[in-house]
């Protein structure tokens, strides 16, 4: 294919996937105009559990216009553009600063000089850090150095869980990013896994941290409840709960949810399936939380005792034995390869000759065409795109380094995840892709 015509296919992909994608939001608009950034409310489509539709059409969309710039772009104007960027430091200030809170009791937007006297700092300042956001869809300039909340900024708000996951990434994730190198170089961290040794925690360690980031997570209350909600967060933006939709639970009747934090997943799977018994498993102090969200958000459930809490180090013991059904979701990314077979051992010894696992990760592919696996139940991108779906999948590939920031820890490939299940008992059944997420199903060898 010459370079003419592969860029006549992008603008061919660009197009039919935008169409996509409008078709979604007119689909589950009751009546709503699909979004633009000029929306100053949610649309419908946005929190809906299963946007598998619409995040497969978005996938296309963003990779084929990312790769047809990037072909068209001047080399220089391109990958600068990957280094000259602020927008996470900007969005920061937005969060910590609750400029969307404020903005939410004029909706018709407020000088900027009567915003910075709200929040505390100085007005030129924090007029280029908002038509910095604003240039790129968030927020609204709605007269020169007036600003308004859009549909894009209603995330910041301090109501907003996935604001809550923004933040770390923009206060905390970023810590580890800006010494990447060091940690790459200096012997003590250079070779080593372990999450101790993570960048995040070198960073930290001039304020005199020790531990691995969950215990800097725990040690302060407001954290702590920060990451609870950012984990729901992390959920919303995966649209973890399409799985409800895209896995056979009608033929389930036991499950244990291995990490079950305060019931994420599980709250919603027993509204959903009602005839599920249900069992959360996460260390004491979680599952203290866990018991007034259930109390709240299901406590029919409760009631009828289809849920029941067991305290579990999943680095020490195994789960419940026995179950249908053991669900990992966003678990094994935050550990090394050492850790994570340590797991996956514990919950194989819980498993009994009908039991399956799910793993519920960010499941990376290649980049390239002669190496990407045709692995059932995986999406591969139409030629000339990257088969991985380039920037259409760029969370999934930031994720990964969020994690080795973070924890040391990674998100994996099919193939990473049929060898740790290997070493430790497991065969791969399916692999069900959700667009952003995939579950990966494995049973006993």
């Given at each position: 294919?010459s370079?003419?015509?592969?860029l ?44 598998v539709a619409?995040?497969r059409?978005v ?8 790769q047809?710039?990037?072909?068209l ?23 910590r600063?609750r400029?969307?809170?404020v ?5 018709k ?17 924090l007029?280029?850090?908002?038509r ?12 020169d ?41 200096e012997?003590?961290y ?13 960073a ?14 725990k ?6 409840e920060n990451?609870?909600?950012a ?28 990490g ?9 799977l ?7 018994k ?10 203290v ?13 409760v009631?009828?005792n289809?849920?029941e ?10 789960p419940v ?23 996956l051992?514990?919950v ?16 990376m592919?290649?980049a390239?065409?002669?190496t990407?696996?045709a692995?059932?139940?995986t ?24 994690m ?5 820890g ?10 740790l ?25």
């Amino acid at each position: 294919m010459s370079g003419e015509a592969q860029l006549e296919a992008l603008l061919e992909i660009i197009a039919t996937s935008a169409r996509q994608a409008i078709a979604e939001y007119k689909k589950h608009g009751n009546g709503v105009d699909v979004p633009t950034i000029q929306s100053v409310e949610f649309h419908p489509l946005d929190f809906k559990e299963d946007t598998v539709a619409l995040k497969r059409a978005v996938r296309s969309l963003e990779g084929a216009c990312q790769q047809l710039c990037a072909s068209l772009a001047p080399p220089q104007h391109t990958v600068v553009n990957f280094t000259h960027t602020y927008d996470w430091a900007c969005t920061g200030v937005a969060l910590r600063g609750r400029v969307a809170d404020v903005l939410g009791d004029h909706p018709k937007g407020l000088h900027v000089e009567q915003l910075a006297s709200i929040i505390g700092v100085e007005k030129g300042k924090l007029g280029r850090i908002l038509r910095s956001l604003a240039t790129k869809g968030c927020f609204t300039e709605v007269d020169d150095n007036v600003f308004a909340n859009n549909r894009l900024s209603l995330i910041l708000k301090s109501t907003s869980n996935v604001g809550c996951l923004a933040k770390i990434y923009a206060q905390d994730t970023s810590q580890g990013a800006c010494v990447l190198y060091e940690t790459m170089t200096e012997p003590d961290y250079a070779w080593s896994h372990e999450s101790d040794k993570a960048p995040m925690i070198y960073a930290l360690r001039k304020q005199g941290i020790k531990g691995n980031f969950f215990d800097w997570m725990k040690a302060d209350d407001e954290r702590r409840e920060n990451y609870h909600r950012a984990m729901i967060g992390a959920g919303d933006l995966m649209g973890s709960l399409s799985v409800l939709h895209h896995y056979p639970w009608i033929e389930v009747k036991t499950i244990c949810d291995v990490g079950a934090s305060v019931g994420t997943f599980s709250v919603p799977l027993s509204k959903t399936f009602p005839h599920l018994k249900i069992t959360d498993q996460d260390l004491p102090e979680v599952l203290v939380q866990a018991k007034q969200v259930w109390a709240k958000e299901a406590p029919e459930a409760v009631e009828e005792n289809r849920i029941e809490f067991v305290p579990l180090n999943f680095l020490e013991e195994s789960p419940v034995k026995g179950k249908d059904i053991y669900y990992l979701r966003n678990i094994l990314h935050d550990w090394p390869d050492v850790e994570a077979a340590v797991i996956l051992r514990n919950v194989r010894d819980a498993m009994g000759p009908h039991s399956r696992l799910l793993i519920h990760d960010y499941v990376m592919a290649s980049a390239c065409r002669k190496t990407q696996e045709a692995v059932s139940g995986t999406d591969i991108a139409p030629e000339p795109m990257l088969p991985n779906f380039g920037a259409g999948n760029s969370r999934m590939y930031n994720q990964d380094l969020s994690m080795w920031f973070v924890h040391n820890g990674k998100e994996r490939t099919v193939k990473d995840l049929v060898a740790l299940g290997s070493a430790t008992g497991l065969r791969l059944v399916e692999v069900y892709d959700l667009v952003e997420s995939s579950v990966v199903e494995f049973r006993l060898l």
